[in-house]
């Protein structure tokens, strides 16, 4: 079956459909975000409050987003340079909900995975794909898109675990290389995985 790709800018999709990347992208990543004990649609509401409140960017993320029907079923998020350097402040309205713990847990691990780029360079924030769908290409389908959006002396980046060989394959089979390993040990901790990889492709 055919799939289109909607590139929209973040800000630009209703709630329910930034709901829907979130979920995807916590029920991909579920590993990373398995130390906090709250339920998929605690973790949504967080997600979506720290980016109404507390993003860093002024530019929105780009979204490429694949669905099936009205289901949010491929996605991969792509952050610019920015210019903005506001102060964060701790959102201690979500602690009193949620409990200072798992609100701490959530801001380290983000900012441990957080990456400014530089200029003429896009940042692959994350490529996710839903369970059911996978093996059917969709992966593919969302890195030659961002690719052809990618202008000539432009680079696409993105942070990977070293461990995770089926998306270190897939990024070397269309062009990524590896430009250096990295050990975040505060994600050892957080995430269970200090080994990532820093890769680039460019036009």
Not at 65 to 80: A, H, P
Not at 167 to 187: D, E, M, T
Request: charged share 25%.
């Amino acid at each position: 079956m055919k799939r289109k790709i909607t590139i929209v800018d973040r800000d630009q999709l209703s709630e329910c459909e930034k709901r829907g990347v979130f979920r995807l992208l916590l029920t991909s990543f579920s590993a990373k975000f398995a130390s906090n004990r709250l339920t998929l649609k605690e973790k949504v509401d967080i997600l979506l409050y720290l980016e109404q409140h507390y993003a860093s960017q002024k530019k929105s993320p780009v979204d490429y987003i694949v669905k099936d029907q009205d289901e949010i079923i491929g996605v991969l998020t792509i952050s610019e340079k920015t210019m903005d350097s506001r102060k964060k402040n701790y959102p201690f309205e979500l602690s009193k909900k949620y409990g200072f713990l798992p609100i701490f847990k959530y801001l380290l691990m983000l900012s441990a995975l957080e990456y400014s780029p530089q200029d003429k360079e896009q940042y692959i924030e994350n490529v996710a794909v839903h369970e059911r769908y996978q093996r059917q290409g969709i992966a593919k389908f969302l890195i030659l898109a961002a690719q052809a959006e990618v202008k000539t002396g432009g680079k696409l980046s993105l942070i990977v675990s070293a461990n995770n060989q089926q998306a270190v394959g897939l990024y070397l089979k269309y062009g990524f290389s590896i430009v250096k390993k990295q050990r975040v040990l505060i994600l050892r901790f957080l995430a269970n995985e200090p080994n990532w990889l820093f890769m680039e492709w460019s036009r």
